[in-house]
């Protein structure tokens, strides 16, 4: 949804309107989406799961911006060996 966007839910029915009472259709998109991307995956809690997911999440996003000499020290400064 974007700003000024308003979502009606009803037991059957969604309604998508603007705060002007503009009727909006949705745009239904699919994705390709590993089921354990969203799961705890072994972690008490998400936070920790984000926590060490920070790393990778960096590498993945910046491409080859980062080394991996460089993700070695991300590394050891949030497992507290660095």
Do not use: Y
């Amino acid at each position: 949804m974007n700003d000024n966007d308003v979502a009606i839910i009803h037991r059957k029915e969604l309604i998508l309107k603007t705060l002007n009472n503009d009727k909006l259709i949705p745009k239904i998109q699919t994705i390709d989406l590993d089921t354990r991307e969203i799961e705890k995956d072994g972690f008490e809690h998400f936070m920790l799961k984000e926590i060490f997911e920070q790393p990778r999440s960096i590498l993945d996003t910046s491409g080859d911006a980062f080394c991996p000499i460089i993700m070695k020290f991300i590394w050891a400064d949030l497992l507290g060996d660095g």
